[in-house]
């Protein structure tokens, strides 16, 4: 079930993720998926999942060369600030400082 559960939470990164919802098509409810997934993966799965969102973001910075409002936008930040918050958070680094240690 986790291998599921992480190829769920994997999935559709553009669109918002209802975590209860993962729960019972899984079998559980989302207390006791909360609970075994942290035991299973070391973090929740709401953490998880906005980790492979900021993987995602990593990704098209340096594939497709978007801008951080282009990222916030489709990937469901309300604005570019809050993805550049979030994205140092996860990784350490700004965008800006990301991109600039990105190969040329």
Known sequence: WAQRACTMLEKNLESPL???????????????????FV???G??????RAGRVIEQAARWMALQKLNDRQIALRLGF???????????????LSPREYRRRLPM
């Open 43 to 48: 973090q929740p799965p709401g953490k998880y």
């Open 18 to 36: 209802d975590l209860e919802r993962v729960a019972e098509q899984l079998g559980m409810n989302y207390e006791t998926f909360r609970k075994k």
């Open 78 to 92: 309300c604005d570019e600030f809050h993805f550049s918050r979030r994205f140092k958070q996860m990784t350490g």
């Open 39 to 41: 035991d299973i993966m």
